[in-house]
C-alpha cells in the first residue's frame, strides 16, 4: 500500500510541475518598467497608462510613437526553465496606428543575454487588435536557466501611434484546460435577455464540447451543453445559453462557469468562472454618439485615415452624427 501511495504521490508532484506559470505582468504597480523589468532603448517612449485598450485591465504598458527609425524592447527577467521543451507567452494588445507602415513590432526570445529570436512579429498597415495572443515558443532558448522574452519596436515609429500592452504570462499548460474568458451580456437589460460568453481553450488537448453553468444572486442554475467544435491551444468559441436571463428591476451578480470540458472537469478550476454584475431596468434608450473631422485635402495622413473610416460612417449612417470641417491646414488652398 506504502508504494501506491508513493507511486500516487510522484503523479501528482509530476502533474504539479507540469502545469506551472513562471511569471505574470499586469503592470497594476503603475511603474515602468516594472520591478525586474527593464527597457533597451528609448526608455522615455514606455509609460503606464490608466487605459484599458488593450482589454485588460488599467492600467497598461503604453509605447508612444517617435518621429526616430530606431528599436525598443521591454525586457522580461531571467526565468529558468531547465527541464522544460517549450512553453507558451500568453498577452493582450492593441495597436493604434498611424499610417505608412514601415515599421515591426513583435516579441522576441533570448537566453545568456544573447542574440533575440522573434516568436512572433507583425507589419502593421492599420490598426490591431484588441486581441489576446497565445504563442508557443519551442526554440533553443527554453530549457535554459537565463530565459528571457521582449516585446519589441523596430523600424519608422513615427508611423505609429501607441502600442498597449497587459496581462502578460508565461506558463507551461496543463492538458485540458478551458477558460471563462469573458461574460458579453451588456450590462444594462430591460427584459429577457441571453446569456453570452467566450471560452477559450489554454490547454494542449483540443476541446470538442462544453457545459456552461449559469445563476444570478445565488439562485437557480441553468445548464447549457455545446458540443462539435474542435479547439486547438489559443482557440476561442463564442456561447449564448438556452435559458434567458429573465428577472424583475434590480441588480444582479450574474456567475458564469464552465462545469466540464470534454464531459469532465478540466485539469484548471481557477479560471474556469467569471462574474459580471448586471442591471435590470424599466427601460433602455440608446445614445447616439457625435464625431466631429478635422481635415484637409492637403493632408496626405488625412486620406490615409479616410479610406477605411468613410465606408465605417456610410455603414452606420444610421447609428452616429458626423460633422465635418474643411481646414488649411496642414497647407492651405483646400477647395472644399
Known amino acids: 500500500m506504502k508504494k501506491i501511495y508513493t507511486f500516487l504521490l510522484l503523479i501528482a508532484m509530476s502533474g504539479a510541475v507540469f502545469a506551472q506559470t513562471f511569471i505574470t505582468e499586469d503592470f497594476s504597480s503603475g511603474t515602468m518598467p516594472p520591478a525586474g523589468w527593464t527597457i533597451d532603448n528609448l526608455n522615455a517612449q514606455w509609460s503606464s497608462s490608466a487605459t484599458a485598450n488593450a482589454e485588460g485591465t488599467a492600467p497598461e504598458a503604453m509605447f508612444t510613437w517617435k518621429q526616430v527609425i530606431d528599436a525598443s524592447h521591454l525586457i522580461s527577467p531571467a526565468i529558468d526553465l531547465t527541464g522544460y521543451q517549450s512553453v507558451v507567452l500568453r498577452f493582450k494588445h492593441y495597436l493604434d496606428n498611424y499610417g505608412g507602415g514601415n515599421y515591426a513590432i513583435g516579441a522576441a526570445t533570448r537566453s545568456g543575454g544573447g542574440d533575440w529570436n522573434s516568436v512572433w512579429e507583425v507589419s502593421p498597415t492599420g490598426h490591431i487588435g484588441p486581441e489576446d495572443l497565445l504563442i508557443t515558443v519551442d526554440n533553443d532558448d527554453v530549457g535554459q536557466s537565463d530565459f528571457q522574452f521582449c516585446f519589441y519596436l523596430d523600424g519608422n515609429l513615427y508611423n505609429m501611434n501607441y502600442w498597449y500592452i497587459d496581462d502578460i504570462s508565461l506558463f507551461n499548460p496543463v492538458n485540458l484546460d478551458g ?115 478635422f481635415t484637409s485635402s492637403t493632408c496626405a495622413p488625412c486620406a490615409t485615415f479616410n479610406a477605411p473610416f468613410v465606408p465605417w460612417c456610410v455603414t452606420h449612417e444610421d447609428d452616429i452624427t458626423l460633422v465635418k470641417y474643411q481646414m488649411n491646414w496642414p497647407g492651405s488652398g483646400d477647395p472644399y
Not at 256 to 271: A, H, I, R, Y
Request: glycine residues 8%; contains cysteine.
Open 179 to 293: 477558460e471563462m474568458a469573458a461574460i458579453t451580456t451588456y450590462p444594462f437589460v430591460s427584459g429577457p435577455t441571453a446569456v453570452e460568453g467566450v471560452v477559450s481553450n489554454n490547454g494542449l488537448t483540443p476541446i470538442t464540447s462544453i457545459e456552461v453553468q449559469w445563476q444570478a444572486n445565488g439562485g437557480d442554475i441553468f445548464t447549457s451543453t455545446f458540443s462539435g467544435m474542435n479547439l486547438d491551444l489559443g482557440d476561442s468559441y463564442s456561447f449564448t445559453c438556452a435559458d434567458l436571463f429573465d428577472f424583475p428591476i434590480g441588480l444582479y451578480n450574474l456567475q458564469v462557469w464552465l462545469s466540464s470540458v470534454n464531459g469532465t472537469p478540466d485539469d484548471n478550476p481557477d479560471n474556469d468562472m467569471l462574474t459580471k454584475e448586471i442591471s435590470v431596468v424599466s427601460h433602455i434608450v440608446n445614445r447616439k454618439p457625435l464625431f466631429e473631422e
